[in-house]
């Protein structure tokens, strides 16, 4: 019965891409039109991404169908959202600013969508000349316990790429994947 519910959610994303929803969410909160649903692979909960009434990007979580929307967190603009295959930990990718972007793990708890761990100043790329730096999630492992992120940096001294496997509890570096630098 258990993959029957990740075949349906699975298939209702393909078949729908990001579906769009409307209602309320907590107190005084609004889903707008622009919003971008999420379904857990397991079928049970959804993250919302969409404009803040700030003006930036939030996150909303459901814990189950047909319960209401719960304010997570808000970011200073662009924000994505990647499930975990097990369906109780999410990656986000967000923009605090024009020049850093970060990832960050949730899990689902007992009370909503807690943070796990921020993925940013511990990689361990870096230039001369000042310091502008990207981390993007691009995955997870099979078990739902490993993330594979893009870090790529740049300053006067250059610009350094590398992807890397990261611990999502701690936000710890696992692994370097690769690597790439270019002087400017």
Known sequence: ??????????????????????????PSRMVGDDAHQLISPN????????????????????????????????????????????????????????TDQLCEVFAVSRHGLAHLSTIHGQLPLSVEGGYRGHVSGLGWSADSRRVF????VWGDGGYAEGL?????????????????????
């Open 43 to 98: 079928g049970k909960h959804a993250v919302i991404l969409q404009i803040s009434p700030k003006g930036g990007m939030e996150l909303l979580f459901r814990r189950a169908p047909g319960e209401p929307f719960e304010f997570v967190k808000d970011w200073g603009s662009g924000i994505s959202a990647i499930w975990s295959p097990n369906g109780r930990r999410v990656l986000v990718t967000a923009r605090e600013n024009t």
């Open 1 to 26: 019965m258990r993959h029957l519910g990740y075949g349906l959610a699975v298939m209702s994303l393909l078949l729908t891409g990001c579906v769009t929803s409307q209602g309320p969410v907590g």
């Open 164 to 184: 890397f496997l990261v611990e999502a509890k701690t936000g710890k570096l696992i692994r370097r994947l690769s690597e790439m630098e270019a002087p400017r």
């Open 149 to 152: 992120v893009k870090q790529a």
